[in-house]
């Protein structure tokens, strides 16, 4: 199996060894060659807010995520989706190191949607595995790398991975560009890192721009471990996570939740929208997969729908108040 690192050089980038390698499985699987396909036709509106849009996106092959059952024990009763043994034969891979596999995701949301899987079937964890995930998306550049916390999202929380399509396909990328000199609160200024708080976003968002790891970890270790003194009874603090690596430096959103699925997704009749809000829906696209919730789905709904998955503004608060204590605290190198 080919190493990922092994296949770039100097005349093929990151992304055009994935898109080849996208390109290649849907020539020899038909179930990625329709799914792809279909995508080309899928359909797209557009919500504006104040400086910043949502897109929702109608897709039907998503409702296996969307409606995935992520109880102990449905997971328990099925075979694990992830596992080697339990792949598609005509599903390949790419390594990543020791730890990881790349693999092209049957149905996709990006128009190069890559699943990241880890080799062994290990549970869904963040901060022990986000190094990983930074070294993950500066090897990808000019693609994102995602991370869904087991009860945020993954639909498997049991195993492992991560997911990885175009920087530039969700609104976040180029909303944090504009929001952060104007509405985003700057936590921290340094040599090589800065970190905002992004309040009225509809959705809470913690960002880091850095060039060095080291000081992205620091970072990544003070919100995860306060934010873990409020949520005590979970595994992990609920969280979704965006990376991606351009230019020389990390630029890394952190998503703080409260629930994993808003009411509407439990609601029956005209009340329901299945969603079951990710790292693409917080990273400013909605993915729908009913035609009824697609023609239905209005601006008061993903504002509440936002307002119910994240965390509240009193926890978000006490959360920038110590991030921005600790990191002035002479954790990392300020700037001059
Ligand atoms: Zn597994």
Redesign the pocket.
Known sequence: MDQFLNLIDTNKSAAQVLSEFAEAQKQSWLLAKDNYQGLNSVEVKFFQFEGFYIKVQFNTERIRSSAAKVDKESIAERK????NE?RPVEQQAIAFGDQFLILVNPYPIFKTHLTISSNT?IDQRFLVNATALLELAAAMEGFTVLYNGPESGAS?P??LHFQAGESDFMPVNQDFEKLKTTSGQLLFSGVNTHVWAFENYLRKMISIETSSITEGMEVITVFYQKFRELQPDKFEPMMNVLCSWAKGKWTIHLFPRKAHRPTQFFARGDEQILISPGSVDLGGVFVVPRRQDFDKITKEDIVDIMSQVSVNQELFAILTVEIKSKLNGNLIQHSK
Do not use: E, M, Q, S
């Open positions: 694990c989706f992830l596992c339990n079937h498997a049991d195993h």
